[in-house]
Structure formats: structure tokens, C-alpha cells
């Protein structure tokens, strides 16, 4: 394991973190590519249908609660470099046979561009924080997941973009190659890696299913962890009301063009990226729960404002202090898993408690068309925040767990 007397240099110079910077930046503009191209690309043919724009995010977000559970067992199980470069390689395979599909049948393939590649994010995002436990000493844990979070709200920033120009320049057959491509890329360089450790397997190995109760079981009796998986569900409830309503409350509340939703993200991501680097200056000095508590009540007051105005300005403004606490919920609750959680464990915890997030955001971004056509969305916007606040209450109740003594009884 890597020694703890890393500094800020040797961090950069760590031949894993270089590895997962370069496959990053490859797997973001092939994801801000699809993203964008996609949605505009079904607005345009369904001529705006909610529904439609709806189905989209829940192709991207089902598969994570229904293989969540599965792919977090496997990343404890398998080599986590070979798993990593094999979804990848996987993941650009289904890409280009899936836009055959597109050219020579029907363009509602289009929807399991993100479908599948989705499938295969839920094997290699646990063993990615699997290796980040295994070559990232403890002290580091949030300021590198600080650094990892800035570089996502860099491509926040040019993604919107850069998916927009590639769709609108040339068209959904060479924005979909681009995201294939971006896979291919992003696989050769976590060969990268350092080599997997090979663990010889005993006649006591588990099964999977044992190992996926002990997964559960595991969640269940931390507390902490408990109150997390908490945190996680009411959370996702209230993603999963605005998810899908950005580019309405552009279109409808407005009267702006769909192409303005660009705009919203950019003006997100670079708030992201002003945070991110606030919170990796103060990552050591504030506790991990009090940042993802501070993150919940902020995005609490921004639904809220977001909902109530009708002002173009207004709503840029709450969006940016929405991005701007937005890496203080997501750096406290990716930290919180790594520190409270031992690392054959890390997989699996992942598993549970990714699905209790994504799990709800699932059933009502599944009703959002549904409740669109029923209610305001204003209403829907403060519901949304009233959930993001019951989420900051909940987290409150682990202010005063000790992480040194959470860490010490898990080894």
C-alpha cells in the first residue's frame, strides 16, 4: 500500500492517479458527447415529448439499481484492473454495434447507447474505488477525491458544449462513434495499472450470494453506514423530480430555446469547479459528514429559489450556488464510504448503497412526466428541496461519529 507520508507532488506523481486522470478526461467527453447528442437528438425527434426526454435519464439510471448490487459483489471477487479495461473494451464494442442498428434499422436504438454502457459502469466504478482505497493513504482520501471532483466539474463546464457542436456540426451517427471511440481510449490506458494483486483462492471462498448478504449485512450493522443509505434515498427522490426538468423550466417557464440547458450546466460546472478547489483546500480541517450536510441545505434553498423565480439571471444565480456546494455533498459521501468501510468491503458497500440512491431517483424521474402534467413545477422544485433538506437532518445525526475510531475497528 502506498506509504502515508505521501506529499501533495508524489500524489501526482502516483502512477494510479495519473492512469485514472487520462481515463477520466477520455470517459467525460465521451459521456458529455452521448449526453447532449442524445437529448437533443430525441427532443428533436419526438418533438419535445416529456416522456420521451424522461426515458432517457431512466436508461442511464435503472441499470445502476438493478446491477449496482451485482457489480459491487464482483469488484470484491474480481482482478479490479481487468475488470476496469474489459468494461470499457465492452462498453465501446455495444457502442458501435448499437449505432449499426441506428443506421440500418430503427433510431430508437439510440436509448440503448446509454442503456448498456450504464450496465457496464456498475462493474468498473466499484473497482475503481477499490484501487483508489488500496494506493491512496487515508490522509489524501479527500483531497484526491477533491481533485477528481474538479476535473468532472471541468468537463460540467465545456461538456454541454462540446456535446451540442459535435451533434449539431455532424449529427448522432459521428457523436455516438465519438463516445465509442472515447471507451476505446480510455481502455488502453488502464493497461496501464499497476497489476492486480493475485489472491489465492481457498476452499472457504464464499459464494456469491453469501458474499452479497455479508454486503448487506455489513451496511446494516454500521450505524453510520445505515444513516448514509438514508441520506442516499431521499436524496435520490429529489434528483429524480428535477433530473428531467432542467430543459422544461428553459422551454416553458422562460420561453428560452432547449439550447440554453447548456448554458445552466456550464454555469454549474463552473461553480463546481470553484468549490471543488475550495474543498480541496479545507478537505483536512472539515469533517466529511458536515461538508455533505452543508452540501444538502444549500441545494435545499436553490430548489427552492430555482422554483419560485422566473428570472433567467435569478435561476443562473441559484444554480450556481447549487454547483458551487454540489462537491461538498459528493467528495463527503465518496470519502465517508472509503473511510468508514474496510476495504474487502468496499465493492459491495458501493453495491448497497449506490442503489438506494439511484434506486429512488429511478421511480420518480419514471413519474416525471406524469407529475409535470399535474403539478407545477414549482411544486415540484420545493419538493425536491424539502427532500434534500429531510436528507441534511439525517445526516446530522452522525456529526459526532469519530472516523480515526471507525477506521481502527474496521482493520
Known sequence: MTKSTMSMSSFFRNRFVRVIIASSIFLQIGIWVRNFAILLFVMEKTNNNPIAVSLISVAEFAPIFIFSFIGGTFADRWRPKRTMVWCDLLSAISVFAVLLTIIFATWEAVFFVTFISSILSQFSQPSAMKLFKVHVPEEFMQTGMAIFQTLMSIFMIIGPALGTIVFQKFGIDISISVMGVAFLLSASVLTLLPADEIIEKTETTNHFLEELKEGFAYVWQQRELTILGSVFAVSGLAVGIIQPLGVFLIVERLGLPKENLQLLLMVNGSAMFIGGGLVMTISKKVMPQKLLAIGLIVNTISMVGMGLSSSWIIILLFQFLNGF???????????????????????????????????????????????????????????????????????????????????????
Do not use: H
Open 325 to 411: 456546494f454540489m462537491p461538498c455533498i459528493q467528495i463527503g459521501i465518496n470519502t465517508l464510504i472509503l473511510q468508514l468501510t474496510k476495504s474487502e468491503f468496499v465493492g459491495r458497500v458501493n453495491g448497497v448503497l449506490n442503489p438506494m440512491f439511484m434506486g429512488f431517483m429511478v421511480i420518480t424521474m419514471s413519474i416525471t412526466g406524469w407529475l409535470k402534467s399535474q403539478f407545477s413545477l414549482t411544486i415540484l422544485y420545493i419538493s425536491a428541496g424539502i427532500l434534500f433538506l429531510i436528507g441534511a437532518m439525517l445526516t446530522s445525526l452522525i456529526f459526532n461519529t469519530s472516523i480515526s475510531s471507525e477506521i481502527d475497528s474496521a482493520e
